[in-house]
Structure formats: structure tokens, C-alpha cells
């Protein structure tokens, strides 16, 4: 039996960033990794997609060229096969990048690939081996979810897992799920010549739950391809082709993409063994600032333990659980970052800050501003569409979170994410500049309306954009 002080299971943004603190610390640990390397972002998640969207948005760009007196539209074309090599070619890149910096680099015997599976506490087995532990940081990551019957459907499913290996696209698609990566990959493929009908249980799409966000966001993004919710569609294999139906409507389609989410990587891990308290779902009982699970010396970060699964997070809950890991038994717990989450379909979908339906309405005060005709910028751009929701507590008057669906909402979600971290009120949002003529004036519109209903009159100052020197 091999002894080591840490043992790293699974080589994603989680597990590398806690490769990342302990090396500086001791070359005794192992980290260890089943499956493919180079993140789930680089390899089939973050990177790949918008590679394939930033082809997809340039193809569509060309519908709007009369708009602005261009002319020769017609005349562009896509060469679906090449978007989809260059997608693989710029994957390839950003996971080797991944191994060269960061396993690659580790001395033999440090990296081992295969399915570690514990065997009893503190201790794992991989590949018939046998590795006693001091502290472990469990970061396995996670896979879509694909419902048993579905797996019928053979080479006719796709996931994101397995649509980028894809050749070519194919004539018609059904998108199931749309929550950011249902809408993202069913827009760009769309736009790409694909026939697209996306379908989705709730009533909700893009994790939004404003509903004057949620509905604009379905009013731009339906104009590309229809999209029936509310209901659980049913699938069936014909020959070559899947039948997609519910009780509003029947679609036959030439492949299916299955977009429900990721279910995390804990199933095969033998947690039973650990000798670490569980869930009733089977999950381990863990503390989301300090990433420790129970009182022992095992940390969870990153996507497997279905917090945040988004690479930022994944990355900060790896630093995280190796800082405690390092000084166990003393741990440390660490305040969690606002939080932020984009859909990058055009216009993007953003929200930032505590999720709306997580509060009480009744404690909130709220603004909303539509784009249309309201943004000079926006509308020499042809891009005045969309809407901005703010919400502020009503006691503090500090900035609580929002969403929006706007055009380069990307950049903007930020700065919101950044005033709800540092727990600025709105009194004190009103005195940030703001240039003329940018879309960040809807921002500024926003907040100015936010203002108004979150102060009474007497409480608001002549002039609450100035600030008087001290």
C-alpha cells in the first residue's frame, strides 16, 4: 500500500487549482484522474461552444446588412464541416494547454489516470492499487444527464459531451432543456442551417425568473426557433429519424440534443466506504466555505458537488478546499463570491447577485427598463432590444441582484455582480459615471429608476449623482 499526505481525485479547474496550492507546498501527493484531461470547460463545455457560436453569429450578421445600406449578402455561405474543424482544432488547443501546464509537469507516479473508488477511509484504489491518504479533495467533476430510455436512441442522441465530434450537423434537431446551454447550442445551430424546435418542462427558460425577463427572452430567442414549454417532451426512435411529441406537438427530427443539466461524478466513488456523512440522496454532507465534508479530512470542490457548476467557482472552491486541506484540522471558512451566471446567446441572458425566487418580494424594490427606443447606441447598433430588471433591498437599499437580456450583457452582469459584492446601495450606484453615447447608459437608466422607488422623497438628496468633497 502506497502512502501519500494528499491525494487529488479528478484533474478538472477544481482539482487543478488544488494541484496548484499544494505543489508549492510537497511533491507527496497524487492526483488522479478516470477519463478524458483538459476541464470540462476546454473540452466540452465553455471553449468549444463559443467557438462554434462565434462562427454561427458571424453567419447570421449578414441578415442585417440591409439595415445598415450593405449590400452582397446573398453571396455568403457556410461550410458547416470547416466550423466544426475549427471547433475541434481550437478544443485541441486549449486542453493541451491545460496538460502542459499543469500534469504534464509532475514528476512520475504523481499523475495517475483511472477510476479511484474508496475502498475504506482515507484510503482508495485505482487501477488495482491501493493509496492511503492523509487528505483527500474529491473534485470527479460531473457528465449530462441522459435519462435511461433515452439511450435507446443510439447514435441519434447527442450531448454536449459528443456534438462537437460531430462531422457535420444535421438537417433537424430537437433540443431538449433549455437552460443556458439548450439555448446557446440551439441558437447557433440554428443559425448555422439547422432546423431547430427546442422544448423545456417548465415555463422558464435560460434559469431566468423575472417575468418580464423571462418573457422578452423568449419573445427574441423564439424568433430563430420555435420553442413549446411547460410540458416534458416524449421521444421515440423511427428508423433513421426520432419522433419528439407532446400533447401540443408531434416533430420528427433528424437527432436529439439533451441539455437537463450535469449530474455530478459521485455514483462510483464508493462514498459508502468513506466513512463520510450522506445525503438521502447519497451525496456527502459538506460545508460550502470551507468545501469540508463533515469534520474529517476530505474536501469536495467544483462541479461534483452541484453548487456552482460553473468554471470560476469550481476554480475558487479548489482553492478553497486545498488551503484547508493544508492546515487540517484547522479550517477556514471563506465568504462565497456574488454570484454570476451568462447564457451567451444573442442577446445575452445574464443574471447576477441572490436569485430572485430565493427572496421575498415584499422585502424587494424593483425597476425595470426596456431597451426598445430607449438607447441611442443601442439603436444606431440595431441592438435596441431586450430588458434590465434590478431588485434592492427595501430596508439597506443595497443592490440584492437582477437580470437582463440585452445585448452584450456579458460585460454588464459584471459590474452589477461586482456592486452586489461590494454591498453598494443604490443612493451610491447613482453617483458612478457614465459615458454618452454607450450601452452601459441602460444600466445607468436602471439604476436612476430603482432609485425613485426605493427612496421617499425626503430621503432623496437635489442631486444624488453628486458627492460632496470632504
Same mark, same amino acid.
Given at each position: 500500500?502506497?502512502?501519500?499526505?494528499?491525494?487529488?481525485?479528478?484533474?478538472?479547474?477544481?482539482?487543478?487549482?488544488?494541484?496548484?496550492?499544494?505543489?508549492?507546498?510537497?511533491?507527496?501527493?497524487?492526483?488522479?484522474?478516470?477519463?478524458?484531461?483538459?476541464?470540462?470547460?476546454?473540452?466540452? !463545455?465553455?471553449?468549444?461552444?463559443?467557438?462554434?457560436?462565434?462562427?454561427?453569429?458571424?453567419?447570421?450578421?449578414?441578415?442585417?446588412?440591409?439595415?445598415?445600406?450593405?449590400?452582397?449578402?446573398?453571396?455568403?455561405?457556410?461550410?458547416?464541416?470547416?466550423?466544426?474543424?475549427?471547433?475541434?482544432?481550437?478544443?485541441?488547443?486549449?486542453?493541451?494547454?491545460?496538460?502542459?501546464?499543469?500534469?504534464?509537469?509532475?514528476?512520475?507516479?504523481?499523475?495517475?489516470?483511472?477510476?479511484?473508488?474508496?475502498?475504506?477511509?482515507?484510503?482508495?484504489?485505482?487501477?488495482?492499487?491501493?493509496?492511503?491518504?492523509?487528505?483527500?479533495?474529491?473534485?470527479?467533476?460531473?457528465?449530462?444527464? #441522459?435519462?435511461?430510455?433515452?439511450?435507446?436512441? !443510439? /447514435?441519434?442522441?447527442?450531448?454536449?459531451?459528443?456534438?462537437?465530434?460531430?462531422?457535420?450537423?444535421?438537417?433537424?434537431?430537437?433540443?431538449?432543456?433549455?437552460?443556458?446551454?439548450?439555448?446557446?447550442?440551439?441558437?447557433?445551430?440554428?443559425?448555422? !442551417?439547422?432546423?431547430?424546435?427546442?422544448?423545456?418542462?417548465?415555463?422558464?427558460?435560460?434559469?431566468?425568473?423575472?417575468?418580464?425577463?423571462?418573457?422578452?427572452?423568449?419573445?427574441?430567442?423564439?424568433?430563430?426557433?420555435?420553442?413549446?414549454?411547460?410540458?416534458?417532451?416524449?421521444?421515440?426512435?423511427?428508423?433513421?429519424?426520432?419522433?419528439?411529441?407532446?400533447?401540443?406537438?408531434?416533430?420528427?427530427? /433528424?437527432?436529439?440534443? =439533451?441539455?437537463?443539466?450535469?449530474?455530478?461524478?459521485?455514483?462510483?466513488?464508493?462514498?459508502?466506504? =468513506?466513512?463520510?456523512?450522506?445525503?438521502?440522496?447519497?451525496?456527502?454532507?459538506?460545508?460550502?466555505?470551507?468545501?469540508?465534508?463533515?469534520?474529517?479530512?476530505?474536501?469536495?470542490?467544483? /462541479?461534483?458537488?452541484?453548487?456552482?457548476?460553473?468554471?470560476?467557482?469550481?476554480?475558487?472552491?479548489?482553492?478553497?478546499?486545498?488551503?484547508?486541506?493544508? @492546515?487540517?484540522?484547522?479550517?477556514?471558512?471563506?465568504?462565497?463570491?456574488?454570484?454570476?451566471?451568462?447564457?451567451?446567446?444573442?442577446?445575452?441572458?445574464?443574471?447576477?447577485?441572490?436569485?430572485?425566487?430565493?427572496? /421575498?418580494?415584499?422585502?424587494?424594490?424593483?425597476s425595470t427598463f426596456y431597451l426598445k427606443n @430607449?438607447? #441611442?447606441?443601442?439603436?444606431?447598433?440595431?441592438?435596441?432590444?431586450?430588458?434590465?430588471?434590478?431588485?434592492?433591498?427595501?430596508?439597506?437599499?443595497?443592490?440584492?441582484?437582477?437580470?437582463m437580456v440585452m445585448p452584450h450583457a456579458e460585460?454588464?452582469?459584471?459590474?452589477?455582480?461586482? =456592486?452586489?459584492?461590494?454591498?453598494?446601495?443604490? =443612493?451610491?450606484?447613482?453617483?458612478?459615471?457614465?459615458?454618452?453615447?454607450?450601452?452601459?447608459?441602460?444600466?445607468?437608466?436602471?439604476?436612476?429608476?430603482?432609485?425613485?422607488?426605493?427612496?421617499?422623497?425626503?430621503?432623496?438628496?437635489?442631486?444624488?449623482?453628486?458627492?460632496?468633497?470632504?
Amino acid at each position: 500500500m502506497r502512502k501519500v499526505e494528499y491525494a487529488i481525485l479528478g484533474a478538472g479547474s477544481a482539482g487543478l487549482t488544488a494541484l496548484g496550492v499544494i505543489r508549492k507546498r510537497t511533491d507527496d501527493f497524487v492526483i488522479i484522474n478516470g477519463g478524458h484531461y483538459g476541464t470540462t470547460c476546454a473540452r466540452v !463545455g465553455c471553449m468549444p461552444s463559443k467557438t462554434l457560436i462565434q462562427s454561427a453569429n458571424l453567419f447570421h450578421k449578414r441578415s442585417e446588412y440591409d439595415e445598415f445600406g450593405l449590400e452582397g449578402a446573398e453571396a455568403v455561405s457556410v461550410d458547416v464541416t470547416k466550423v466544426m474543424e475549427r471547433v475541434r482544432r481550437y478544443r485541441d488547443l486549449f486542453t493541451a494547454g491545460v496538460q502542459s501546464g499543469t500534469t504534464d509537469t509532475l514528476k512520475p507516479g504523481q499523475s495517475i489516470s483511472g477510476f479511484a473508488k474508496f475502498v475504506a477511509p482515507n484510503r482508495i484504489e485505482v487501477n488495482g492499487e491501493i493509496i492511503e491518504a492523509e487528505r483527500i479533495i474529491i473534485a470527479t467533476g460531473s457528465r449530462p444527464v #441522459v435519462p435511461t430510455p433515452w439511450k435507446a436512441l !443510439g /447514435d441519434l442522441l447527442h450531448t454536449s459531451d459528443t456534438i462537437f465530434e460531430q462531422v457535420d450537423l444535421p438537417k433537424s434537431i430537437a433540443v431538449i432543456g433549455l437552460g443556458a446551454i439548450g439555448l446557446e447550442m440551439g441558437q447557433a445551430i440554428s443559425r448555422l !442551417g439547422t432546423e431547430v424546435y427546442g422544448f423545456e418542462m417548465l415555463e422558464r427558460i435560460g434559469g431566468l425568473f423575472v417575468s418580464e425577463v423571462n418573457q422578452e427572452a423568449q419573445s427574441l430567442i423564439s424568433n430563430e426557433f420555435p420553442m413549446y414549454l411547460g410540458e416534458a417532451a416524449q421521444l421515440e426512435r423511427r428508423g433513421n429519424r426520432v419522433l419528439v411529441k407532446t400533447s401540443k406537438v408531434e416533430v420528427e427530427v /433528424d437527432a436529439v440534443l =439533451a441539455s437537463l443539466g450535469r449530474r455530478p461524478n459521485i455514483d462510483m466513488l464508493g462514498l459508502e466506504k =468513506a466513512g463520510v456523512p450522506l445525503d438521502e440522496k447519497g451525496m456527502p454532507v459538506f460545508d460550502l466555505n470551507t468545501m469540508q465534508i463533515g469534520d474529517q479530512a476530505v474536501f469536495m470542490a467544483g /462541479d461534483v458537488n452541484a453548487y456552482r457548476p460553473i468554471l470560476h467557482e469550481a476554480g475558487y472552491e479548489g482553492k478553497m478546499a486545498a488551503l484547508n486541506a493544508v @492546515n487540517y484540522p484547522e479550517v477556514t471558512a471563506f465568504r462565497r463570491k456574488a454570484p454570476i451566471g451568462i447564457a451567451f446567446t444573442e442577446p445575452n441572458i445574464g443574471v447576477f447577485g441572490t436569485c430572485y425566487h430565493e427572496l /421575498d418580494p415584499e422585502k424587494l424594490v424593483m425597476s425595470t427598463f426596456y431597451l426598445k427606443n @430607449n438607447n #441611442v447606441r443601442a439603436m444606431v447598433m440595431a441592438e435596441d432590444k431586450g430588458v434590465i430588471c434590478l431588485y434592492a433591498d427595501k430596508q439597506s437599499k443595497k443592490l440584492v441582484g437582477g437580470e437582463m437580456v440585452m445585448p452584450h450583457a456579458e460585460h454588464f452582469v459584471h459590474l452589477l455582480a461586482w =456592486a452586489v459584492e461590494n454591498e453598494m446601495t443604490v =443612493a451610491e450606484l447613482m453617483t458612478m459615471p457614465f459615458y454618452h453615447p454607450v450601452l452601459e447608459e441602460v444600466i445607468q437608466s436602471a439604476i436612476e429608476k430603482l432609485y425613485y422607488a426605493a427612496y421617499e422623497d425626503e430621503e432623496r438628496a437635489s442631486s444624488p449623482e453628486l458627492t460632496v468633497m470632504q
